[in-house]
């Protein structure tokens, strides 16, 4: 048994300052990088191959960033340092280095990467030789998704898909993203078709990274065609894990880091939002502010005494939000068994929206194995096997609607003159301002008020599964029937609390309320598909497939029920806190929807 501890990252923010001073030696050093530049070399060239020119090679100054691609021609021109070396590359092709020396003019042929082109790539319902597919496709390996240290794998292939635009849906942990491929589709809401072994419509984000072996970008009409209509906007093939013969081997994967927001808004003080409103005054023709009135006399003597005043956005900031992964992967097997499992936890704290900021956490389990029943010469005659995935996550979340339900919009735009705290330390509302005499007009209010009491009490539970059995049957070498049954579950229940608060004359509310809602979806399917690998006929090759295919969707089943009860009332179900805050006698609901059938 082999132990393979793979890495522990540790990411930290590191900032510094540089200052820099002029003296005799840095101009010195400057007028010899000049005179550097002035004795570059010119040189030019033509890249080629087998068949004639090569267009768009990339030819760089080896250590540099400077260089250039290849015209329609296959000429190129770039000015480098005597005693360079060039690197010419291009996708399919070993990459060349060339030493400069005295020579201007160079002829470059490459070669094909033999390796790389026999590479194999998931296409609809099977695979291909890089080489022979002549549609638009990325494969990115499963290793490359797992090093970028992400939540979910479509935030490592951000930087790995060229063709493929993804976003954020927003900035909280756990929301997911937007994916769009060649510009936007006219059919459902163009988002591409996901099939996660061979089990289309799930969900790439339940995923773990570090459980993914490969994925395949279908993105043209041609490499997606096979899956109809809803692959109008492209295909996302992901293959999961898969056995391997060997000895048994355990890896773990796991990073530990802490975010925090990249640049803070530089938003007005105290003083500066008293001098920027006494300015627009001044500018309508209007006498300036009394200040001392409008604030009443206690805060207006903590703004002389040099109190600057509240910052919302910071106040809001969660400082070194954690964020973590730790994913454990069993795979062993010989010629006749193979297998590989897996278990991960995720971790991602939202940097916003103190004291209730975001979180997100996800639990993942996979075992995936095949066995072969009956062993023909060189080929499997009679072969079985599972894909079985399943992940639970949670998430919470801070307001992020339209101006009036988004706590980050709120706090960018609080005034800076309300206390965030009382004498008492509790959080400053509209009694603390009547009995300070404020007399400022306008709806201005605390906003962590409103983000702890209205919306910031919450919570989210999502429940995924998917299971595939197989079964193979090869009578004869390059003939393969290969039947499939698929079940896919979702389920995912939220809750939210909200508190008696009165932030202002108009951000006020007087009672205790609760909503709860689940919903349930399933899908099953059922997949038949002969493929015949004819013998070679003079170096061609010929694949045939056939197959159907039926699925089934439950419509869904949704239910929603909603109470509450004034301030002041007895509280047997609320108790006044998250954790207690459940319905738990229907009698006493004031409100209640369902909708759905099991199997519609």
């Known amino acids: 048994m082999n132990l393979n501890f793979r890495r522990t990252a540790l990411l930290v923010g590191i900032c510094s300052a ?30 080629t191959d087998a068949m004639g020119p090569v267009i768009g090679a990339n030819v760089l100054e080896k250590g540099t960033t400077n260089g250039v691609i290849t015209d329609i021609d296959g000429n190129f021109t770039l000015n480098v340092q005597p005693g360079a070396t060039i690197v010419v590359s291009f996708i399919g092709y070993q990459p060349q280095e060339i030493v400069v020396g005295n020579q201007t003019n160079f002829k470059i042929q490459l070669k094909e990467d033999a390796e790389l082109l026999d590479e194999v790539v998931v296409v609809g319902y099977g695979v291909q030789k890089k080489k022979l597919v002549t549609g638009a496709t990325v494969q990115v390996k499963g290793e490359d998704i797992a090093k970028l240290n992400t939540t979910s794998a479509l935030g490592a292939l951000q930087s790995q898909t060229p063709g493929v635009n993804i976003t954020s849906n927003n900035g909280q942990p756990g929301e997911g993203f937007k994916v769009n491929i060649r510009g936007l589709g006219t059919i459902g809401d163009s988002a591409p078709l996901y099939v996660i072994d061979g089990v289309a419509g799930g969900d790439i984000n339940t995923l773990n990274p570090a459980d993914i072996e490969s994925v395949d970008v279908l993105k043209d009409a041609a490499s997606a ?43 007005l003080n105290a003083r500066e939002y008293m001098a920027m409103q006494d300015e627009i005054l001044f500018n309508e023709g209007q006498s300036m502010n009394n200040w001392e009135s409008l604030l009443g006399s206690r805060v207006y003597g903590m703004v002389q005494d040099g109190w600057k005043g509240t910052d919302w956005f910071d106040a809001i900031r969660e400082k070194d939000a954690l964020t973590q992964n730790h994913a454990i992967n069993l795979t062993g097997g010989n010629e006749m068994s193979k297998f590989s499992m897996g278990f991960s936890y995720t971790n991602q704290d939202g940097i ?54 988004n706590d980050v919009y709120l706090a960018l735009s609080a005034c800076p003159l309300l206390p965030m705290y009382d004498a008492e330390g509790n959080l400053y509302d509209q009694a603390d301002k009547t009995a300070d005499g404020w007399n400022l007009q306008g709806s201005i209010g605390n906003p962590v008020i409103d983000l702890v009491a209205n919306r910031g009490q919450n919570l989210n539970r999502n429940y995924n599964l998917n299971a595939t059995a197989y079964l193979e049957i090869q009578p004869i070498k390059g003939l393969k029937y290969r039947g499939q049954f698929s079940y896919r579950m979702s389920s995912s229940s939220y809750r939210s609390f909200t508190t008696p608060y009165n932030a202002s004359t108009t951000a006020a509310n007087s009672s205790y309320s609760v909503t709860q809602n689940a919903s349930l979806g399933h899908n099953i399917s059922l997949e038949n598909v002969i493929s015949y690998v004819l013998p070679k006929l003079g170096g061609h090759s010929i694949d045939a497939l056939i197959g159907q295919s039926f699925e089934k969707t439950a419509v869904g089943e949704t239910i929603e ?40």
């Open 18 to 47: 540089v200052s820099l001073t002029y003296t005799p030696q840095l101009f010195a050093a400057s007028v010899d990088a000049i005179d550097a530049v002035q004795q570059a070399k010119k040189i030019t060239g033509t890249v």
């Open 225 to 267: 065609a096979i899956y109809g209509s809803r692959a109008a906007n492209g295909v996302i093939l992901v293959t999961t894990k898969q056995g391997r013969m060997g000895k048994l081997e355990i890896s773990y994967d796991g990073y530990v880091g802490w975010q925090n927001v990249y640049k803070m808004p530089d938003l």
């Open 352 to 405: 916003l929206g103190k004291p209730f900021a975001s979180s997100y956490d996800r639990y993942t389990a996979r075992i995936n194995s095949d066995h072969v029943l009956l062993k023909g010469k060189d080929f499997d005659i009679i072969k079985i096997g599972e894909n079985l995935n399943f992940s639970y996550s949670t998430k919470n979340g801070v307001g992020q609607g339209n101006q009036y339900w």
């Open 561 to 600: 029920v909603k109470n509450s009860v004034n301030e002041g009332s007895q509280l047997p179900t609320l108790n006044g806190q998250f954790d207690h805050a459940w319905i738990t006698n229907t009698a006493n609901v004031n409100s209640s929807s369902f909708k759905g059938e099991p199997w519609g």
